[in-house]
C-alpha cells in the first residue's frame, strides 16, 4: 500500500476544509497505513466468527 504524500494530504485536507500543523500533518501520515487497512478489511465480506462480540463461550460454571 502507497504511502500519503504532502501534496495528497494538502488535498484531502484542503477538500474537508481543514487545517493542520505540520505536528498534526506527521500524525495523520503515520497513521494512514493503518486506516487504508483497516478500510480495506472492512469492505470484505466476513463470516459471523470474524465479529467476536458475537461469539461467546460459557462454560459449565459460568452458568451456576
Excluded: N
Amino acid at each position: 500500500m502507497p504511502e500519503l504524500d504532502d501534496a495528497q494530504l494538502e488535498y484531502l485536507l484542503r477538500r474537508a476544509g481543514l487545517s493542520a500543523s505540520a505536528e498534526q500533518k506527521a500524525g495523520l501520515k503515520a497513521a494512514y497505513l493503518h486506516l487504508a487497512r483497516m478500510a480495506e478489511s472492512v469492505r470484505k465480506p466476513r463470516g459471523r466468527m470474524a465479529e467476536p462480540a458475537l461469539t461467546y463461550g460459557f462454560g459449565g460454571d459460568d452458568l451456576r
